[in-house]
């Protein structure tokens, strides 16, 4: 590795012919380095995309909208004109990575088979021993040459088989995610969430999390999470005295508004009506004499 201001790093640039830009996807640069104490990247853009795979340490990495800290095992991507910074976290270990940087058509659909899109542009525990492997066959291999081409196509579709392999052995395996993901939403379901911060919670892209879910139980989690309100404030209109509107805040709706609205949807009829109804049932009828 060559030392520079912040860090120690290997990078290799590849230069993709005519033939591989017929294709799918072509690597541009791989590299890794060892981070210093003050390293730091950014803000900056690039016109390509750039996986970055922490080997050991932390790093903190900030997006248009928003910033996490990741660790070893973690991956992040940097999109196509996006602004984008990282820099070390202080930790006992210094901070490694590898990264892999490319282009081509089917670029975007790759990482998004990892669950990352330029609003969710990292994954958790994607890279294992295997994984690093052809990470390290990729930057040890030249980076140009006719003979070599094929082989660069190999690696970067062995990588991102593997990682994929990963991230459903996540999702499926495990202590039963889906069961956990439903106990979450049954119990938080009056919090602000939604299938963006289950989805982040439990490590999975939306879409993937949605079609499960909805597999699993019929409904989407928004719907779920909606039903769960309104089984609620159906138990409170019924069992309390509760105004509606503390019902409704209390259900996990931002107003009476929005709670009165869906309610009506699912009931047929509004809040105050449906209560009203439940007394009428639960009044004891009187008999008169004939």
Known sequence: MKEYM?????????????????????????????AKPNYQVGPRRIEYYSMHFV?????SYRYPDGAVTLGKGDVFCLFPGTVHEYGVVPSDRPLRMHWLAFDG?????LAASLGISPQHPYGSGLLDGNG???????????PNGPDMEMRHLSL??????????????????GEGWLEDCLRYMQTHFAEDI??????????LHRSYLSAMVKRHIGQSPGQYIQSLRLEKGARLLKETEHSVTEIALSSGYPDLYSFSRAFSRKYGVAPTE????????????????S
């Not at 970067?156 to 395996?173: H, T, V």
């Not at 939604?194 to 490590?203: C, K, L, P, T, Y």
């Open 156 to 173: 970067i579709y062995s990588l991102f088989a593997n990682l994929q392999s990963r991230l459903s052995k996540a999702a499926e395996g």
């Open 132 to 142: 690093l492997h052809l990470l390290q066959q990729t930057i040890e291999a030249p």
């Open 55 to 59: 080997v050991d340490g932390s790093v």
């Open 194 to 203: 939604g299938v963006s911060n289950i989805a982040e919670r439990f490590n």
């Open 274 to 289: 449906y209560r009203q109804a439940q007394e009428e049932t639960a009044r004891p009828v009187s008999r008169e004499r």
């Open 105 to 109: 058509p089917q670029a975007p659909d």
């Open 6 to 34: 912040h860090e120690y790093a290997v990078d290799y640039l590849f230069n993709p012919s005519d033939f591989l830009k017929k294709g799918g996807i072509w690597i541009l640069r791989a590299g890794a380095n060892r």
